[in-house]
């Protein structure tokens, strides 16, 4: 009769592990649907201001969602939102910033390589050309996409006649 007790009592714990694990991972599930939820309403708010014309209020939105939901879906197009505000901001320094860390954090995709030529562009129009050169070698030499090394290779040589310019 011991025996069978023990046994009753093993099975009984047993069972409600599972069910307590099931309801942990239900939970976890449910939260992870509401914080994606709640990280579109913030990226929305941020995309209104920026429709809006309200760069401040945008960028303030942008840089919070950033912190709050790392790794979000719409992280992403938070970024290009946050470069785009930066640029109507006329923060031509931050947006740079911005376009290399976005590369940095995506160094092997298309829209990494991008960022990075946007970079470039940006150091370009702040007047640092020697750091955008830097950064456009290293794409024509080490970029698998042709089409964002073209590009590279043209900026290369607009940025070498503006120095021709400069120094005549």
């Not at 069910?19 to 939260?31: A, D, E, H, M, R």
Request: aromatic share 8%; net charge neutral; glycine share 2%.
């Amino acid at each position: 009769m011991k025996l069978l007790a023990i046994v009753f009592s093993i099975s009984l714990f047993c069972s409600n592990q599972a069910l307590f694990s099931q309801t942990n991972q239900k939970v976890g599930q449910v939260f992870k649907e509401e914080e994606r939820k709640a990280g579109e309403l913030h990226y929305k708010r941020a995309l209104e201001s920026f429709e809006d014309r309200n760069y401040t209020k945008a960028l303030e939105e942008l840089k919070l969602f950033l912190v709050l939901y790392l790794r979000h879906p719409k992280e992403w197009e938070a970024r290009k939102l946050l470069s785009r505000t930066h640029k109507k901001r006329g923060d031509l320094l931050a947006l740079a910033e911005n376009e290399l860390q976005m590369y940095k954090d995506y160094p092997n995709t298309e829209e990494g390589l991008d960022a990075y030529l946007e970079s470039a562009r940006a150091w370009i129009r702040l007047g640092k050309e020697e750091k955008a050169q830097n950064i456009l070698l290293d794409i024509t030499k080490n970029t698998y996409s042709s089409k964002i090394a073209q590009e590279a290779e043209l900026e290369l040589s607009q940025l070498e006649i503006l120095k021709e310019s400069k120094n005549k």
